[in-house]
């Protein structure tokens, strides 16, 4: 129910859930598994030496700096966003920041207002394009 579609990438369970009708003000540190379905406004890290795995669900917002190692993305993030290993964004996505990421798949209809950046240290970077319009290798 709150699993992500693993990739290869992310391979903590969920253990954590900021229900639809939550709103939090303020700054959220977690470790293991992370879904967002409510509002955060404030910056959203794993716990130090971690890497964790944040889903911000379709009807979910987070207002602030997003830092986990492993991200999947259905709702709006307003603010910047660190993926230290992989970055998924779904077709709902909307993010309105700069995107760092070591890996990332980006499927058809999300959207990023900022720059992609690539981390260094990365040895087989994939990047994949899910769509029908051919660019996908």
Not at 64 to 69: K, Y
Not at 78 to 93: D, R
Not at 101 to 117: K, P
Request: a negative charge; glycine letters at 14%; hydrophobic letters at 40%.
């Amino acid at each position: 129910m709150f699993g992500t579609k693993n990739s290869g990438a992310a391979k903590n369970a969920i253990d954590t859930l900021i229900g639809i009708n939550t709103k939090i003000e303020g700054d959220v540190t977690f470790c293991g598994g992370l879904r967002i379905d409510g509002e955060v406004r404030g910056n959203i890290r794993c716990e130090e030496g971690q890497q964790g795995t944040l889903v911000i669900s379709e009807k979910a917002t987070v207002e602030g700096e997003v830092r986990v190692g492993h991200v999947v993305v259905n709702g709006t993030i307003i603010g910047p966003v660190s993926a230290s290993e992989s970055l998924e964004l779904l077709s709902a996505a909307h993010v309105t920041g700069d995107v760092e990421y070591q890996q990332i798949e980006i499927q058809q209809g999300a959207v990023i207002e900022g720059r992609l950046v690539h981390l260094p240290g990365a040895k087989n970077v994939e990047l994949k394009l899910a769509s029908n319009s051919g660019l996908a290798d």
